[in-house]
């Protein structure tokens, strides 16, 4: 196998930095991310190894008024399929054992890494659900960014529209200072997550892989590396296109407070003309865009708290929405011109 080069692994030099006093410290973390996305959405085993296959109704049957005694014509469903690409996500954690055996506190370094390579896998993989593209791999899935792409200029809901379905335009232009606003509705025929039909430990999996002999790359020598694997079998499937909503050009500089009456009116008009059903939609937005809304909202008073919610903790709601803060929105999409 390909060996790492001496800054794309653990070397001595390296864990020393962590030891004081002859004690390990641990480092403080500053990466980590709060993406709600991952923790609200709802998983189902597919229905193919890696794939996963079904139909959508696109028109029902439609009933006629008729005259005593007249006749009358039948009339029928239509429906479309989709196939939903499931993608393997690994990763793997390596140290020299000869580099690990010096640390102090060998278990509870090794702990710390571990979870760094647990927060950095689900930070690729929430990266992947929004903003992720099978163009380059059919291996890979499209995210919902690539789903819900082009906005209409106008309202995305008229049938002459061009754009595509449910995709509002926030009015921030095309430049690379936007974002998104995504509103969602969770469910099995909705929006949810997807794995391989024999998979039955969904989610992250780790398995301790032991000592391995790895080929040094400067001594071309074998060594002992202690070595982890994760791997995530994971897609997503929009069942029913109106389950998701994009408010897409969303502006993010400050100055743009002034203009965020747009986006709050693209908000307004999603959520109650996209959705159907009882199931609640949540509407997620990374850290900037929480506070434009709040800053242009305030003397509104849109936005309220309520503890009525399945975590019992304060949390931020626009209408009947909570708010679910998402660090791996981007404040720098390249907005895409409206249809």
């Known amino acids: 196998m390909a060996e790492l080069g001496w800054d794309a692994r653990y070397t001595l030099p390296n864990l020393l930095k962590l030891v004081r006093n002859g004690k390990y410290e641990p ?4 990466l ?13 085993p597919g229905n193919g190894i890696l794939n996963h296959e079904g139909s959508r109704r696109t028109s029902l049957p439609t009933a006629q008024i008729i005259e005593v005694g007249a006749g009358w014509d039948s ?6 399929n989709f196939n939903d690409t499931i993608s393997i996500f690994k990763d793997r954690f390596d140290v020299a054992k000869t580099v690990y055996d010096r640390q102090p506190n060998k278990a509870q370094w090794r702990a710390d890494e571990e979870d760094a390579h647990v927060m950095g896998f689900g930070q690729s993989v929430i990266n992947h659900v929004i903003y992720g593209t099978s163009v ?6 499209d995210g919902l960014a690539v789903r819900y792409n082009t906005p209409d200029s106008g309202d995305p ?16 232009g095309t430049g690379s200072d936007t974002t998104s606003i995504w509103l969602i509705q969770h469910g099995f025929k909705a929006f949810h997550g997807i794995t391989p039909i024999n998979d039955t430990d969904m989610g992250l999996k780790r398995r301790d892989a032991g000592i391995v002999y790895v080929t040094d790359a400067v001594t071309s020598k074998e060594r002992e590396d202690l070595r982890v694997e994760f791997e995530q079998n994971l897609g997503i499937s929009v069942e029913t296109a109106r389950s998701v909503a994009r408010i897409r050009n969303v502006p993010t500089t400050l100055a743009s407070i002034a203009t965020w009456q747009t986006v709050i009116s693209k908000i307004l008009q999603a959520r109650q003309e ?24 305030r003397e509104k008073q849109n936005i309220v708290f309520d503890k009525n919610n399945p975590w019992d903790i304060m949390m931020n709601r626009f209408g009947d929405m909570p708010i679910r803060k998402m ?10 011109a409206a249809a």
């Open 274 to 297: 996209v959705f159907r059903g009882s199931n609640p939609v949540w509407m997620y937005m990374n850290p900037r865009s929480i506070y434009l809304l709040g800053e242009s909202a």
């Open 136 to 141: 380059a791999s059919a291996k890979k899935f």
């Open 75 to 80: 009339s029928v469903s239509q429906w479309a």
């Open 157 to 172: 809901l008229n049938p002459s529209s061009t754009g595509d379905p449910f995709v509002f335009d926030g009015g921030g």
């Open 327 to 336: 660090d791996a929105l981007l404040n720098t999409e390249t907005g895409v």
């Open 32 to 44: 980590t991310e709060d993406n709600t996305l991952m923790q609200d959405m709802q998983i189902y």
């Open 27 to 30: 480092m403080a973390e500053g």
